[in-house]
């Protein structure tokens, strides 16, 4: 069980076109955001809908395919594993992000 320790699944949409980054090495990095909504009902009866975004990035062969098909608005499904990282911004001050590194990613939109 331990490949399930860091396992991340999700299915939304691309809140923006892939961005790409390439390596002096040649490989790539693919950056988007994925929406995911969830629905319940609220104690009037009220259907509510919550959007929680997330910060994906893709290495390698899945950065390519993220560059070449994927677009804001496609609905894709994927899976990935957690990773945090931080920095400091020219201020000086800590930065800390947490994002999901894909290693499978599925079009799920249907072809137009």
């Known amino acids: 069980m331990t490949t399930l320790s860091n396992s991340v699944h999700l299915i939304g ?13 040649g490989n790539q990095k693919a950056q988007f955001s994925l929406a995911t909504n969830e ?23 899945i950065a390519k ?3 070449d098909y994927l677009a804001k608005g496609k609905e894709i499904a994927l ?3 957690l990773t945090n990282r931080s920095w400091e911004d020219k201020d000086g001050n800590k930065k800390y992000i947490t994002e999901i590194v894909a290693n499978q990613i599925l079009i799920l939109d249907k072809k137009s």
Do not use: C
């Not at 949409?13 to 980054?21: E, I, N, Q, R, Y």
């Not at 509510?48 to 062969?61: D, M, S």
């Open 79 to 81: 899976e990935g594993k």
């Open 13 to 25: 949409h691309l809140g923006m076109d892939p961005k790409s980054f390439e390596f002096e090495n």
């Open 65 to 67: 395919v993220a560059i």
């Open 39 to 61: 629905y319940y009902k609220n104690a009037k009866g009220e259907r509510v809908e919550e959007t929680q975004w997330h910060n994906i990035i893709a290495f390698g062969k």
